[in-house]
Every structure is written in structure tokens, then in C-alpha cells.
């Protein structure tokens, strides 16, 4: 009699034979799919229709993802039939054609297409934590710039609002450092609005947000300046900061460090964009990739 293969050792052949989707095609396809809904299909009527705007600024936007230049992205298009397929691509852009491309980008563009990636995914956030960092205005590292006796004395910065339960930034604003972060509360905590738990979800950030902006709710450590506190509604903050400390709530306020960091070592830790409006946008489209990453 024949040896009968065992139901579990079956199930466990059915399984591997079943091919894994590619990280990099899923995030081609969501990218792919925000910039259908912001950009048009052509500029013009007569367009030489080649490719549609869509393709072109999710092939942009893959380039900060997989960390390219668009001469070496233009390269990977011709080797990945996949990649072409993902993006409906019959022929490959040149590289100076993605490079005009991303000067089409606007902020606008860009906070629209996070805006309705998180709507699709249905985040709701009690508490957002807000932080800041700066990214390196050229390719050239820190240590270069220094022995070369030019250190960085400014930088492109962004800041970040990160929902501490989905781990996705709900809103992104750039800038020059070094300056302060109070003068992107406002503008932070009207973008994250959307997505906060209603009537119960707070902000949660670190001293360098203390400014006219700071809500009764924010837990934002008041600065000491000048000694003691004095002011009544400074005095209650700091108490309602030292109470979420002992709860544990103001520890999650570390998980937007965390995707900072996380954001820098994947994406990277410069721009390479030399036009400073340009350099602005990056912080947006790292924000958005990152977003489609995770």
C-alpha cells in the first residue's frame, strides 16, 4: 500500500506554493492610486499622451521611496516589468521628464493625498504626538561639512504630527531651522483634527510647542522662563503634564521620535532638491511615502 501524505503536511504545501505579494508593488499600487485622485490625466488636450500625469508623479514619488535618483529609477522601470505594470506604464519616462514632473508638485497636492489615505484606512487617534526634526540641505554628510571647515548652520526642517496608535503621520509642515515649533502648533493641530477621537483626544508634545497656541487639553510641558512658574493656567498644565507622566501617557509622546527616526534612516537624512522650494516639499513626500510604507 501507498504511503497517504498526512492533511497537515498538505495544507503546509498549499500555503508555500501561494507566491507573496511584493512590499514594493503594494506601495507602488497605493501610491499609484492617491495620485490618480489629485492630478489630472493630462496637462493639455493635445498632450502627446505618452504616459498621464498620475503615472508620472507616482513614478516621482517612488523615487524617494526606493532612495533613487531619477536616472537610476528610469533604470529600475526598464529591468521591473512588474513595476510597469503596477503603474500601467507601456513605455518608460526619461529621467528629465520625472525631474519636471516634481516641479509640478504642490504642497497642496501632496496634503490632499495623505488626507485621503488616511480617510480610506479610517484613523481615529486619542492622543497625537508632535515633534520636529532637521533634514541635511545637500547630499554631503555633517562630518564632510565640518572638516571641510563649513558646518550646516541651517537646515530644512519638518515637523510631524504622529498618531500614537496607528503610528502614521496625520500632518506634515516644513521650514528653516534653526527656529522654534511653537508656530506650527496651530496649523498642526487643525490638520490632525480629523482624526481625533471626538470630544476625547489630546496633543502630545515636548516643551518646544509651548506658545500662545497651546489648548487647556494640550499636554505640552510649560517652559520655565526666567525660575518659577507664575502664571495659574501654566502652573495647571505643568500639573497635568507630571499626572500624565505618572499615567503613562506622555511616554507615548516618544513614538513620533520614533518615526522620525524611522522616517530618516528609510527615506534618508538630506535633500537632494537645490531650489529651496523644492527642498520644502521633500518633507511633505517623505511624510506620504512613509505613510505608504507602513
Not at 537610476?72 to 522601470?77: G, P, Q
Not at 523644492?278 to 505608504?292: D, G, S
Amino acid at each position: 500500500m501507498g504511503h497517504k501524505r498526512s492533511p497537515r503536511r498538505s495544507c503546509r504545501a498549499g500555503k508555500a506554493a501561494q507566491p507573496r505579494t511584493s512590499l514594493h508593488l503594494r506601495v507602488a499600487r497605493i501610491i499609484y492610486a492617491q495620485t490618480q485622485t489629485v492630478f489630472p490625466e493630462y496637462s493639455h488636450p493635445n498632450s502627446p499622451k505618452k504616459y498621464t500625469l498620475p503615472q508620472l508623479a507616482a513614478c516621482v514619488m517612488l523615487c524617494f521611496y526606493f532612495k533613487m535618483s531619477y536616472c537610476d529609477f528610469e533604470e529600475l522601470l526598464r529591468m521591473s516589468q512588474e513595476l510597469r505594470e503596477e503603474l500601467e506604464l507601456e513605455e518608460v519616462p526619461h529621467y528629465s521628464t520625472l525631474s519636471r514632473m516634481y516641479q509640478r508638485f504642490r504642497a497642496s497636492h501632496l496634503d490632499e493625498m495623505n488626507r485621503q489615505l488616511l480617510q480610506s484606512l479610517g484613523v481615529v487617534e486619542e492622543a497625537v504626538a508632535l515633534d520636529s526634526t532637521g533634514f541635511r540641505p545637500t547630499q554631503a554628510s555633517a562630518y564632510f561639512q565640518t572638516r571641510r571647515g563649513k558646518p550646516f548652520r541651517s537646515w530644512v526642517k519638518g515637523s510631524y504630527a504622529v498618531g500614537t496608535r496607528s503610528q502614521l503621520i496625520l500632518g506634515a509642515l516644513s521650514g528653516r531651522g534653526p527656529s522654534g515649533d511653537s508656530s506650527h502648533l496651530s496649523t498642526l493641530k487643525r490638520r490632525v483634527s480629523p482624526y481625533g477621537k471626538r470630544g476625547n483626544w489630546v496633543i502630545l508634545a515636548d516643551g518646544g510647542f509651548d506658545g500662545q497656541g497651546v489648548g487647556p487639553r494640550d499636554l505640552i510641558p510649560p517652559v520655565r522662563r526666567g525660575g518659577a512658574l507664575k502664571a495659574t493656567e501654566r502652573k495647571a498644565r505643568a500639573e497635568l503634564v507630571s499626572q500624565a507622566r505618572l499615567d503613562g501617557l506622555f511616554g507615548q509622546r516618544w513614538k513620533s521620535e520614533t518615526v522620525i527616526s524611522v522616517l530618516k534612516r528609510k527615506f534618508g537624512e538630506g535633500v537632494r532638491s537645490r531650489k529651496p522650494r523644492l527642498q520644502m516639499r521633500e518633507c511633505r513626500v517623505k511624510a506620504l511615502v512613509y505613510n505608504a510604507y507602513r
